[in-house]
């Protein structure tokens, strides 16, 4: 989020750093039309990220500051900060329960502030951080089914959050790599987070429905039910996987076999309308060029693929919302461009599918740049600020809490620092107080005697 403000307008940048690229998009409101409205647009190739996460600091600076640069210079704008997202196989999920009393029978705004504060202190492992809290459910005195408990009468209030954490040096490796092409990160959100928000609509998230982001190294599942977060999860398997197999099935190079997936790839064999139809691969090391069939190299790309929604289907029987997706499945992600994912998808998860990407009906300007679904998720970043409902990232709101513990810490070891010639000097006091009193008590015996 760039946070420019304008007298007519405020600008939100959101940065997508991925396995296989980085992606950054410029949004603005604009008021007179109700849209948003793409000003920049850019992505560049990441060698930095590995499954998720940075593994070389260099490469992925490099990669920020050149889409950093292209989308200032479409747009003429200076960016100052930036909401980036999260991914990687270090993710997890768990729910927890708060419970407070309520002092004056009303629950208020600071009420549910105080119960979710508690909730930040939750004793989670030293090298992980809470990135959000998410309340999907209010009991109050007992009566559970409450979605938003301010200005109900109460003495007791619980509220069951879904928490997710991530591996705290993957979270400041990400400030780190932001910070050092002079740009603040305003927020840390989940990426499936971010991409529901470019993706799916209100009436999808009552219904129920399951949003599956396929990237180049991880795949990001997110369930929601009644409006609400319910489920997260990431496999540590992506489209880099599809990629590594036509690689070593057709003896090429990774640039290559990424090439003729993006071109020519089908997940579904029933999906290729000319099976026998020829392509060509070109040869290594002076090797002259060859020829493959199309359903030769979907015989390497569907079984991958469908392991990867077996493993998704998985997930989704594990977070208990199986049957409670009127909406279906959502797929976006690079690899949601392979020819036939929708029905091989329909296949396994036996709901409706439908393909997800940023509409450039709702957006003016670059519209149609963003018309694709490898930028959903740095389309979603860019709108979360500008979201008043959405889910904020937790990130920066835990660092009081840090500050405080660390302040308790540095009380403690002062008191352990008291020089000892102090504490000797005490109890030589000490002594020659217990030896006066000695001296008084022999002398009183000595004249109780005579």
Request: overall charge negative; proline content about 2%; some cysteine.
């Amino acid at each position: 989020m760039s946070n420019l403000n304008t007298k007519t307008q405020k600008i939100s940048v959101g940065l997508d750093i991925g396995t296989t690229k980085v992606c950054a998009i410029i949004l603005t409101e604009d008021e007179t039309e109700g849209k948003y409205k793409i000003i920049g647009c850019a992505s560049a190739v990441n060698a930095g990220v590995n499954r998720g996460v940075i593994v070389n600091i260099e490469k992925t600076v490099e990669a920020i500051r050149t889409v950093i640069h292209e989308t200032e210079q479409q747009s003429g704008i200076t960016i100052s900060e930036v909401v980036a997202g999260i991914a990687g196989d270090h993710i997890e999920s768990l729910s927890e329960v708060s419970t407070i009393a309520i002092s004056n029978q009303i629950i208020n705004k600071s009420d549910v502030d105080r119960a979710i504060d508690e909730l930040r202190k939750s004793k989670i492992s030293s090298d992980r951080k809470i990135i959000h809290i998410v309340p999907y459910e209010y009991i109050v005195d007992g009566q559970d089914g409450s979605t938003n408990p301010i200005g109900m009468n109460g003495a007791r209030l619980q509220v069951n959050v879904h928490i997710v954490t991530g591996i705290r040096t993957a979270i400041q490796n990400i400030y780190l790599c932001v910070e050092q092409n002079d740009i603040k990160v305003a927020d840390i959100i989940l990426e499936p987070i971010a991409s529901s928000l470019a993706l799916l609509s209100e009436d999808e998230k009552e219904v129920g429905v399951c949003l599956i982001d396929i990237g180049g190294g991880t795949t990001d599942i997110t369930v929601f039910k009644d409006n609400v977060l319910r489920y997260t999860s990431v496999i540590a398997i992506g489209g880099n996987k599809i990629t590594d197999d036509i690689k070593t099935g057709f003896r090429t190079t990774k640039v290559e076999a990424e090439r003729i997936k993006c071109h020519y790839g089908h997940s579904y064999k029933p999906s290729i309308m000319i099976r026998d139809e020829l392509l060509m691969i070109r040869g290594v090391g002076g090797y002259p060029h060859k020829e493959i069939k199309k359903e030769d190299l979907c015989d390497i790309i569907q079984p991958r693929t469908e392991e990867i929604f077996e493993m998704c289907n998985d997930e989704i029987i594990k977070s208990g919302f199986a049957n409670d997706l009127g909406a279906g499945i959502v797929l976006t992600g690079g690899s949601a461009l392979l020819k036939g994912v929708d029905e091989l998808a329909y296949r396994i998860f036996n709901n409706p599918v439908r393909i997800g990407y940023p509409s450039g009906a709702k957006y003016l300007g670059l519209s149609n740049e963003i018309e694709s679904p490898i930028y959903s998720t740095a389309v979603g970043l860019a709108m979360h600020s500008l979201n008043i409902n959405a889910i904020k990232g937790e990130t920066k709101m835990n660092l009081h809490y840090e500050e405080d513990k660390k302040q308790q810490d540095n009380d403690t070891e002062n008191i352990n620092d008291i020089p000892e010639e102090v504490i000797e000097e005490d109890d030589d006091n000490i002594y020659e107080v217990n030896k006066v009193q000695t001296l008084f008590e022999k002398a009183k015996d000595w004249i109780t005697r005579l």
